[in-house]
């Protein structure tokens, strides 16, 4: 995240969160928290807790729309909720007036290049990635405004062959370069939703982008057997199979330089958790059978960092940095390769559900209005409890979609 997103995210948080202590003094939800062994959830344990959940975040939203207070972060965080209130189980019906103000508030933010974001804050591509996937989820379909979405994104997609970074998809405004798996899987996904096809020349240079963000050799050929022109060494690499936030970048292990200067340490890469799992739904989005070898070596990363009490493979002063990300990306993959029983490296096997359920229960909060979740770790938004409850919104179901 940047100097000035960080900055943003700091402002937010000073007024977001005392609103929340004085509205609804927290407590632990002991009464639905899982003690001794994770048992399988059941529609009837998990629907409640979805209901729950999606009281507290409607009776936060404002008279605009928005679901949460102020003027930053609302555009991403209503179409995040929006998307997530209008996805099955228990999702709003389509005329829902709740609904169609969320989505008439993202509308409001619709720019003349066809992205959706606030100018200042930095954020046009993961904006009009999230307003994408609002609209498709609550089935709006406006062509003139999924195509001018669309083009926005492939324009700010980089297309420098040179380039490490060639593929990606970034935030906006920083220029070719600074392109990251978080944003372009986040991309990938909306562009499939709203009708692009995996075959789409553009979006098969995004999937160079997330092989290049794979701690795995690369394929030395494009789409259709033609050979590709040679790709920038990654000296990082260590076969492991799982992912980082970008080809320059681990949230989980630091920078890496591809011409450090002489004496200077090269930095490698871990990878972590939440972008392997990112990484897996834009691989299946693309059209990758569960049984590729990327997908096959990024469940085989999964099987032996697997638990929820972490963002697996962070270190360990920043463990739950990024947790409720993870269990909505966790959540959404697992569902997607449908294996259950799930093989653990050291032969045991899991029940994701269970697993998953557990740690959501175990940390939720609630509030007259309902059920909320709030990471103590505040890093990347997950201080503000309208984000975290929407990730468990999507989370609960996925899971529930694999019951």
């Known amino acids: 995240m940047s100097c000035a997103r960080s900055r943003l995210l700091a402002q937010a948080m000073s007024w977001i969160l005392p609103l929340i202590t004085v509205a609804a003094p927290l407590c632990p939800a002991a009464e639905i928290t899982t003690r001794g062994p994770a048992l399988r959830p059941t529609p009837a344990l998990v629907e409640p807790v979805i209901a729950e959940a999606q009281r507290w975040l409607l009776a936060q939203q404002q008279d605009d729309g928005a679901f949460l207070p102020g003027t930053q972060f609302t555009l991403g965080i209503t179409a995040l909720a929006a998307h997530a209130l209008a996805s099955p189980p228990l999702a709003l019906r389509a005329d829902d007036p709740r609904l169609l103000r969320a989505l008439a508030f993202v509308h409001t933010f619709r720019q003349a290049d066809g992205g959706f974001y606030r100018p200042d804050e930095g954020l046009g591509g993961y904006g009009t990635s999230l307003a994408l996937m609002a609209f498709a989820a609550a089935g709006v379909n406006d062509p003139e405004v999924v195509r001018g979405a669309q083009n926005y994104l492939f324009g700010i997609q980089n297309r420098d062959p040179a380039s490490i970074c060639v593929g990606g998809i970034g935030y906006g405004p920083e220029g070719p370069g600074q392109e990251d798996l978080h944003n372009t899987a986040t991309a990938v996904v909306a562009l499939r939703a709203s009708g692009v096809p995996a075959s789409d020349a553009r979006l098969q240079l995004a999937l160079r982008f997330i ?144 697993d998953l359920f557990a740690a959501i229960t175990e940390r939720a909060q609630r509030a007259d209005s309902g059920l909320f979740w709030l990471n103590g770790a505040p890093r990347w938004g997950e201080g503000i409890p309208h984000l975290t409850t929407t990730y468990v919104i999507q989370a609960l179901k996925r899971l529930h979609s694999h019951l």
């Open 211 to 354: 092989e290049s963000c794979q701690n795995l050799s690369h394929h030395q050929r494009a789409p259709g057997g033609i050979e590709e022109p040679a790709r920038p060494e990654r000296p990082w690499v260590n076969q492991d199979g799982g992912a980082v936030y970008s080809p320059t970048e681990s949230k989980a292990g630091g920078d890496w330089n591809p011409r450090p200067k002489p004496g200077q340490p090269q930095l490698r890469l871990h990878s972590y958790g939440s972008m392997t799992h990112a990484m897996i739904e834009s691989y299946l989005a693309l059209d990758l059978p569960a049984d590729d070898e990327r997908v096959r070596a990024a469940l085989g990363w999964i099987r032996g960092a697997y638990g929820f009490d972490a963002n697996p493979g962070m270190p360990d002063d920043t463990a739950r940095d990024g947790l409720f990300y993870f269990y909505a990306t966790a959540a959404k993959t697992f569902d997607l390769v449908r294996q259950q029983p799930f093989a653990l490296a050291d032969g045991r096997t899991a029940d994701w559900r269970a």
